[in-house]
């Protein structure tokens, strides 16, 4: 038994879902492997990238986007990031994890953080800007061979 | 073969898309499980709850939450409820079931619902604030062995 | 091993995602099919069709909804259309197909796109408002039978 998650949304709280399942998986002993692509690759930035993204459109595109799992907006009630404050502050008060944390126990647990590349040279994000915990830079290729072998297969 | 699905969102259009898959699934007598888990809380939620959550912030999600399955809003065109209304207009003018409807249709095809302990304990929504349609409250761990046993298992 | 990818979503973004997943499957020779539902119709529409939805409601959810796969809105950043311009500037600058581009190359790799009938009777969409690419218009039996002989089902 395996599970595969493509994180497509760049959402704190569809994020935290993900790692949820996938950091449930691991504690069960089941494989798992997360595929960060596109929105989801914020996720996986350093809060302080050494680079910058080149061109207009990328620059503008990097500047509107969270910097790092730190500053992911929600999918609903946003509201200007006043939501995610909230929310960290009650996921902090019941003593749940904030996604830099899943991150750990994720990788503790032995969960498999792979970046997109397509979105990496889309978004001109630059292996430098990711985060030590990644494992890999792969593309759909990589993903269809490992969600072959799981039958748990969610895109988030 | 089997199917679950994790109901994370709580809009209205694709809490139906996820029934359908449901109810079309237990009417070829393919066996249905249904996880709702964060803003999905919602569409398990009594119309006129006994009890209210506690704490400031709980006390605000609350408020800005839809109180029930009656009242969800739409992830698109969602106009400050005009799109929902305009929706669910459409629906009955075409005799399709609205999602208070879909939830009997599921139970009477043997679909099982499950509330996420987790996104209760977060939200403040206690057991009798739900309906009674709900088969069982339960954490990851649930969802993942009954995930594992089928090959539909999609994230909605 | 075969792919079922719901494509209920019709923002580019993640429709992008959804081509490139059953793409990337037909050139690796797994039998990938995509249903169109809901939003994701809209993907499925020519540019300009021959005839119009009827009824108040219909019609108005025809006018606020994009023509085709040349307009679609981005799930994030959409920015009153400025999003979707720039990002597709930036696929063209890295020579990334659009989403009608996306359309032609599943097609050549053998992709079925299937067309969701309830969506189509609900939205008022007739069979000849749709592109021709289309392979078939048929229900979630058909969706569920597909599924059940995959064990790559994604909902997007």
């Known amino acids: 038994m395996k599970v595969t998650l493509v994180v497509f949304s760049g959402d704190m709280d569809k994020v935290m879902a993900a790692f949820n399942i996938a950091i449930g998986a691991a ?10 692509t596109f929105w989801g ?15 207009f459109i990328r620059s503008m595109l990097s500047m509107m986007s969270p910097a790092s799992a730190h500053k992911l907006p929600l999918s609903r009630l946003n509201m200007l990031g006043m939501g995610p404050l909230m929310m960290k502050k ?11 944390e ?9 969960v498999k953080l ?4 397509t979105t990496m040279e889309l978004m001109g ?24 072998e799981a039958n748990i297969n969610l895109f988030v």
Chains 1, 2, 3 share one sequence.
Request: hydrophobic share 40%; aromatic share 6%; proline share 7%.
């Open 27 to 36: 504690s069960m002993g089941i494989e798992a492997t997360m595929f960060f």
């Open 41 to 55: 690759i914020n996720v996986l930035k350093r809060p302080n990238p050494p680079s910058k993204a080149k061109g």
């Open 90 to 100: 009650l996921m902090k008060q019941y003593k749940m994890p904030d996604v830099p």
């Open 102 to 110: 899943m991150i750990s126990l994720a990788k503790n647990g032995g």
């Open 114 to 117: 792979i970046a997109c590349t």
């Open 125 to 148: 994000v630059s292996k430098d800007q990711l985060i030590d915990e990644v494992d890999k830079l792969a593309g759909v290729a990589t993903y269809l061979s490992k969600a072959s």
